[in-house]
Nanobody
Framework: EVQLQASGGGLVQAGGSLRLSCATS????????IGWFRQAPGKEREGTAC????????YVVDSVKGRFTVSSDNAKNTVYLQMNSLKPEDTAVYYC?????????????????WGKGTLVTVSS
């Protein structure tokens, strides 16, 4: 069974950092890319960063490139999103998702499964 559990959200000031965790399973990691998506109020859900834990390929969208880093710890079956230099516009519910393993990117069309989100609020 696919398992996706996001955590680590909270309230931070602009310029601060947070690390989100996606607790998943060996099965999930073996069959999917793991991606971080976000949805701000009134906005569509968008990808931020995705990773293939098997080959360590990463895909980071331009809007967060240089600030967000995705990584995986296969021993813990966990994928992380390190968010630095946070901006108020980063405020959103962040979701981890499982993407088709043949998909090379970080877009919603590759997503097979969604986890529940964790809220990140960046104050100005």
């Amino acid at each position: 069974e696919v398992q996706l559990q996001a955590s680590g959200g909270g309230l931070v000031q602009a310029g601060g950092s947070l690390r989100l965790s996606c607790a998943t399973s060996k099965f999930t990691l073996a069959h999917h890319l793991i991606g971080w998506f976000r949805q701000a109020p009134g906005k569509e859900r968008e990808g931020t960063a995705c990773v293939s834990s098997s080959d360590d390929d990463t895909y980071v969208v331009d809007s967060v490139k240089g600030r967000f880093t995705v990584s995986s710890d296969n021993a813990k079956n966990t994928v992380y999103l390190q968010m630095n230099s946070l901006k108020p516009e980063d405020t959103a519910v962040y979701y981890c998702a499982a993407l088709d393993s043949t998909y090379r990117g970080c877009g919603r069309f590759g997503v097979d499964y969604w986890g529940k989100g964790t809220l990140v609020t960046v104050s100005s």
